[in-house]
């Protein structure tokens, strides 16, 4: 009885009545509480619910506000001035003034806070941040060396914590980390290293009007608590779920619903979304340096097959760096290379390849990227191309991609909502990023041209030019996009993914 | 005593310090930057080699090592490159809930092997024996994560009988710390108790066909005043050697058991150390296992003359 009132309280009030845990699984630990730092997906998921930055991506992909209600951009492309909502109040209870912007932009400019996205703002990047200046208490100006239409796409990125505005008091005198003191609908509770992320209803949180969109609006915490368990064993987790110590389980792998299937007391979910695995191919590499053995490759491969086979018929097949479900993607970019063994065969003849060994690299972390390796060795051994699979554990795998040290390798991507940022996981100077595979002049330049166009129109023009020559090239064979599958209890209402592959728990509740 | 006890371990830290030098250079030997691993896919160069020299890692090897031996012999492990927190603070978090279950298993494994060995010896060749033999083998067989699942599901799942996701410590609730901690408990009961039953029961069989046993049997001793008096202190003595050294290779950590029921225990800060390369975790839990080994071992060979009183400590 005295625990319902609370409740009705709040019903006759007009809230929402609200659960008082939600928890949710993560298969691994964060890596830290400093958003767009030390970071990975996980990291980057559940700090979303703590932080905001000044815009936020839509569910389509596209910028919208977040904590800017508005903005404008100067003539010539350089200057950018936002307005701050001014109902806004951190975690701590003071309020979102332009003073907090200036400093936790200017903090993320300082190389000494090892923000990941500060490259994108050097002198290799879409501009360079001149000044950050507070205009009024609610306005800030930021200007940027050269025009630069990616840069609100810039500051949307997850993976740059989406460029979170924070409170001071997020850091010791010194700069060092102490916690983040946000704007989200969740405050930061209790991290148990390996057990537990504990985050709190910010109860003075201040949502954008409207339905959920994307990461920015209709923000609303139906729970008091969300609770991130770190349970790292998939069966044990599958078996919390039944069990009900478990509501959310969020980005499963096809394999993994086995056994789960079909249960009544279970919802399911599978939402297209932006990533990518893919076959990379190293064009420097003394026998992948001729375009005939690389087409040779790509030609056996069999993109559907292999994706039905994979994602149990849950992802699309997809060869082009622009995911199936991005609306960029059109007709040029919904070319499937047609799979011609016989073609390949004559190929490989014509380039003097001997049916010497060639390494492809692979990691389990992933288990869908070793599954792609060992169907990719088997469609290739139809031409005669002898693959031999290396599995690597991922730090490993991470450092061989990173040095370029691979001759061929089975890679997934994370999501990238704009196509500059997908074709860029690709295009590159080999000398500066031996990362990328494709270096040539002229996917330099188009992608240059890309970051620094506006048109929508001339956009998609370069962007189907960049895929159609991505299929000609073969410095990589993009394979499927997948879907994230999700697996909740019955009595959890409004859990609905969208293509950024983010855990989204505000606007979920419990029956 | 006190002088073997000080001599024994003096003689352990040529092998802390071989053990230290191993880790600290196998670990830099894998592929791998830790550096990469926290700022992940797509981390520019600058930001990689300020969160190398961050860490130190942008040292000389030999300078690197020196450092961290230096701190290790003050008791100051370093820090995690991951969380930041002191290695030596997760250490004896993480290693308190290994305890726990390595404890009280071995302890229970022991009990059934000991009873369940010194029966079937002395039922050799009869159902009993033939039950117990066949016992310990299937439970040699199995495997512990497969058994952890299988317990995981029918006490956890489908009799909801018990918790098996998470932990709580016992600082919270001792009554909740004690329900979490019974599957992982049972399934590393099971899985110990076979190999020590197979060696209890070798040893009584020998111990069985001494003259003095037969001595003791024609003095009308009763069976059970024989078994328990005669047989069991000369038969244990192997038993204990092999619980010794179980329990020093448990108490570095459980890892397949601590992730099927996701227990923060030693063995799974050790794999997650290994797989995100934060190298000062890797050598603190390592360095901790040896010297756990060497007092585990020094602490059974000190309870020898309890149960053989021709093994004195000199």
């Known amino acids: ?511 | 005593m006190l002088g073997y006890i000080f001599k024994r371990l003096l003689s352990t830290l040529p092998t802390l310090l071989l053990v230290s030098v191993g880790v600290f250079f196998l670990i830099r030997l894998i592929p791998g930057d830790p550096a990469l691993v926290l700022l992940g896919e797509g981390a520019d160069a600058a930001s990689l080699a300020g969160v190398r020299a961050d860490l130190g890692l942008d040292r000389p090897l030999p300078v690197q090592f020196l450092a961290w031996l230096e701190h290790a012999v003050r008791g100051d492990l370093g820090r995690s490159i991951v969380s930041g927190e002191p290695v030596s603070g997760l250490i004896l978090e993480h290693f308190a809930v290994t305890a726990v279950v390595v404890l009280v298993a071995v302890t229970l494994a022991t009990l059934i092997a000991v009873t369940a060995g010194l029966v079937a010896a002395w039922r050799q060749d009869s159902a009993i024996d033939i039950a117990v033999i066949g016992a310990a083998t299937v439970v040699l067989a199995l495997p512990s994560f497969w058994l952890g699942l299988l317990l995981l599901l029918l006490f956890g799942v489908k009799l909801g009988w018990l918790p098996f996701i998470g932990y709580v410590p016992f600082s919270e609730s001792a009554v909740q710390a004690a329900l979490f901690l019974v599957l992982p408990v049972v399934t590393l009961t099971i899985t110990e108790s076979g190999v020590l039953t197979r060696m209890m029961r070798a040893s009584c069989l020998d111990v069985l066909q001494l003259d003095y046993v037969t001595h003791a049997r024609a003095k009308g001793l009763s069976e059970a005043t024989v078994l328990i008096r005669h047989v069991f202190p000369n038969a244990f003595a192997p038993t204990l050697t092999l619980v010794g050294l179980t329990l020093g290779h448990l108490l570095g950590g459980v890892a397949v058991i601590e992730t099927v029921f996701t227990l923060p225990g030693l063995g799974r800060l050790m794999v997650d150390s290994v797989l995100s390369r934060d190298y000062p975790v890797v050598q603190g839990c390592l360095l901790f296992t040896a010297v756990v080994y060497v007092v585990v071992n020094l602490l059974v060979d000190l309870c020898y003359p309890i149960f053989d009183p021709r093994v004195t400590a000199r």
Not at chain 1, 138 to 154: G, Q
Not at chain 1, 276 to 300: E, G, K, N, S
Not at chain 1, 374 to 397: K, S
């Open chain 1, 1 to 511: 009885m005295l625990a319902c009132v609370p409740v009705r309280a709040r019903a006759e009030a007009g809230e929402p009545p609200r659960a008082p845990i939600l928890r949710a699984r993560l298969n691994s630990d964060l890596v830290s509480s400093d958003p767009g730092t030390r970071r990975d997906e996980n990291t980057d998921g559940v700090l979303l619910h703590i932080v905001e930055g000044l815009v936020g991506s839509r569910e389509d992909g596209s910028v919208g506000p977040m904590l800017a209600s508005r903005w404008s951009i100067s003539p010539d492309g350089r200057v950018y001035t936002f307005a701050l909502r001014p109902e806004v109040v951190f975690h701590n209870g003071a309020p979102l003034t332009a003073a907090e912007v200036v400093w936790s932009l200017q903090r993320y400019l300082k190389p000494e806070t090892r923000w990941r996205c500060l490259e994108v703002f050097g002198s290799h990047g879409i501009a360079r941040v001149l000044a950050v200046k507070a205009t009024d208490a609610h306005t800030v100006e930021v200007t940027l060396d050269r025009a630069a239409p990616m840069f609100l796409t810039t500051l949307a990125r997850a993976d740059c914590g989406a460029t979170a505005i924070l409170h001071p008091d997020s850091v010791r005198a010194d700069g060092s980390w102490i916690a983040p003191i946000g704007t989200g609908p969740f405050q930061l509770g209790e991290w148990r290293h390996n057990q537990f992320v504990q985050l709190k209803r910010f109860p003075r949180y201040a949502a954008l009007p409207g339905p959920r969109d994307g990461n920015i609006g209709g923000k609303h915490a139906l729970v008091d608590e969300l609770r991130f368990l770190v349970i790292p064993d998939t069966s044990a987790a599958r078996a919390a779920l039944v069990r009900g110590s478990l509501d959310v389980i969020d980005n499963l792998y096809p394999a993994e619903l086995m056994g789960i299937r079909g249960r009544q007391d279970l919802q399911f979910q599978s939402v297209p979304i932006l990533d990518c695995y893919t076959l990379l191919m190293q064009t420097r590499d003394p026998v992948l340096r001729d375009v005939r053995i690389r087409t040779a490759i790509a030609l056996t491969i069999d993109a559907t097959a292999l994706t039905k086979a994979i994602t149990r018929g849950t992802g699309t097949a997809n060869n082009s760096p622009i995911p199936a479900a991005s609306p960029f993607h059109r007709a040029a970019e919904a070319q499937l290379r047609t799979v011609d063994v016989e073609k390949a065969r004559q190929i490989l003849k014509a380039s003097g390849y001997d049916g010497r060994p060639i390494q492809l690299i692979t990691s389990r972390r992933d288990p869908q990227m070793f599954d792609a390796a060992v169907v990719i060795q088997a469609m290739a051994a139809r031409a005669g191309v002898n693959l031999q699979i290396d599995t690597l554990d991922w730090p490993a795998h991470l450092a061989r991609y990173t040095t370029g040290d691979y001759q061929l390798m089975v890679e997934s991507f994370s999501p990238r909502l704009d196509p500059t940022l997908s074709f860029g996981l690709f295009i590159g100077d080999k000398r500066q990023e031996p990362r990328k595979t494709w270096d040539t002049p002229r996917a330099r330049e188009l992608l240059d041209e890309a970051t620094r166009t506006a048109d929508p129109a001339r956009r998609q023009t370069i962007f189907d030019q960049l895929s159609l020559d991505f299929l000609e090239e073969v410095p990589a064979v993009v394979l499927f996009n997948s879907a994230r599958l999700s697996v909740v209890r019955a009595a959890v209402t409004g859990h609905q993914n969208w293509m950024s592959a983010q855990p989204r728990l505000w606007g979920v509740g419990l029956r």
